[in-house]
């Protein structure tokens, strides 16, 4: 009897446990992640796409990458009151590459790598005090992100 009691109460905690992944998937932001324009991406993150220039925001990346699969980006800022930064990559079919919301008192700092498939200017936006700010800076890539050499033939 007790067996039965405890194989019941491991069913009941397995499927508990398998459920969990679907709430955190009803947060995740589809409509932004999959737009094709850079507009479009920004309105479905921030409800709007207008941006204003600031160079409080640091954005360190290399100049020249030579794979487009892993470039390393950095992005940090001041700003009070940040509760969100996007990472942006302009030529890419997808743009928005990456979304970090920040709490209260956090400082924003992300670092991460993302894929680019071809030569391109990479933004950063910031949401700071309900405004929207941005810094960007090109990349040369020698190499895509899927292998391909920019000049369309196939990478060795």
């Known amino acids: 009897m007790r067996r039965r009691l405890f194989v019941g109460r491991l069913g009941v905690a ?11 998937q009803a947060s995740w932001n589809s409509r932004a992640f999959e737009s094709a324009a850079l507009d479009a991406a920004l ?15 640091e954005l360190k990346l290399p100049t020249t990458a030579h794979l487009g699969d892993l470039v390393p ?29 920040f709490g209260p008192n956090t400082l924003a700092e992300v670092a991460a790598r993302v894929r680019l498939a071809q030569s391109s200017e990479v933004s950063v936006v910031v949401e ?4 929207l700010f941005r810094n960007a800076q090109p ?9 391909v050499a920019i000049d369309g033939g196939a990478a060795q």
């Open 43 to 57: 309105t479905a993150t921030f409800g709007r796409s207008d941006t204003v220039m600031a160079l409080e925001i």
């Open 128 to 131: 700071s005090d309900g405004q």
């Open 73 to 101: 980006v950095m992005a940090q800022t001041h700003l009070p009151n940040v509760s969100r930064m996007a990472l942006l990559v302009h030529e890419n079919p997808r743009p928005l590459a990456a979304l970090f919301e």
């Open 139 to 147: 990349v040369q890539v020698v190499l895509a992100g899927c292998g």
């Open 14 to 24: 397995a499927a508990a446990f398998l459920l969990a992944p679907l709430r955190v």
